[in-house]
């Protein structure tokens, strides 16, 4: 599989998506979105992957979105901005299609924000399940700056994860927030020096592909996502004790428990490709 606008590397039960254009601060464009939704359905359908960590190459996480084509740059309908975000009268949806990626990953998403991150460098990451940053890292929800709205479903991510008041001073005034900010916001859940951020995603990376039952994984992240933005515990109890039910006669749990009490690493037997039990309560498109 080409790739034009990533790096996609396998090591070992993790899967590396790397934004590779250092040259223009990986700047987002439509072809971009289209192959992070390959790489990650390449992770969702490779039992061997365990985990996807998404990180950048060269200083910068990612730019924003690409506004070489200068002032036009974000005209969807015409020229260079089609080209670059895809053409919404064409009926691509190239932006919309990752977050529904995102949010149907079977797999954990981490993200290593290797440096700064603005615009939709920024939005894209919010679907995904954990974030660690350089501690020089600055993040900015600029879309207002840019006579835009907040993008890629981030009106209801950002909010969640930092809190209405937060993310309406982030959007509201589209500044550059610090990265201890973001820290102490909880938009990500730990900060390491630049030049270690790689190394502890990796190592987080395999802690959890080392000790977690994958098909527990991937309901989990389905359940915490859908079930916290309801208003009361009902969904999820209508849920949580049949799924329980079902996974207790099953193999994972048997060798989670053996492990555990063998004081041993486990090898849990399902595979997230065939075991997966139904699930009629996950939105066949949640990004819709």
């Given at each position: ?62 730019a924003g979105a690409d506004v ?126 630049a030049e270690q951020v790689e ?56 060798e989670g428990v053996a492990a ?29």
């Open positions: 599989m080409s790739w034009n606008t990533l790096l996609v590397e396998t090591e070992g039960p993790v899967l590396w998506i790397r934004l590779n254009r250092p040259e223009v601060l990986n700047a987002y464009t439509n072809e971009m979105g289209g192959e992070l939704v390959r790489a990650i359905r390449q992770a969702d359908g490779d039992d061997a992957i365990k985990v996807v960590v998404l990180t950048g190459t060269g200083r910068v996480f990612c070489s084509a200068g002032a036009g740059a974000f005209d969807t309908q015409s020229g260079a901005g089609a080209k670059n975000f895809g053409s919404r009268t064409s009926g691509e949806r190239g932006d919309s299609d990752f977050v529904a990626a995102m949010m149907n990953s079977a797999k954990p998403l981490l993200v290593a924000f290797n440096g700064s991150a603005a615009g939709v460098g920024l939005t894209l990451t919010l679907p995904c399940d954990i974030r660690i940053a350089a501690d020089s890292a600055k993040f900015g929800c600029v879309f207002t700056r840019r006579g835009l709205v907040p993008e890629a479903g981030s009106a209801w991510f950002l909010p969640r994860l930092v809190g209405l008041a937060r993310a309406l001073k982030w959007c509201m005034t589209g500044a550059l927030v610090p990265a201890s900010e973001a820290l102490e916001a909880g938009l990500v859940s730990e900060l390491v020096p190394s502890r995603a990796r190592a987080l990376a395999l802690e959890i592909a080392a000790n977690c039952s994958p098909v527990a994984l991937a309901l989990t992240r389905k359940m915490l996502w859908k079930f916290s933005a309801e208003d009361s515990p009902a969904g999820a109890l209508a849920v949580d004790a049949a799924l329980n039910i079902a996974l207790g006669a099953k193999g994972d749990v048997h555990f009490l063998e004081k041993r690493a486990p090898q849990f037997p399902l595979r997230v490709s065939q075991d997966l039990p139904a699930m009629p309560w996950w939105p066949e498109n949640p990004a819709v």
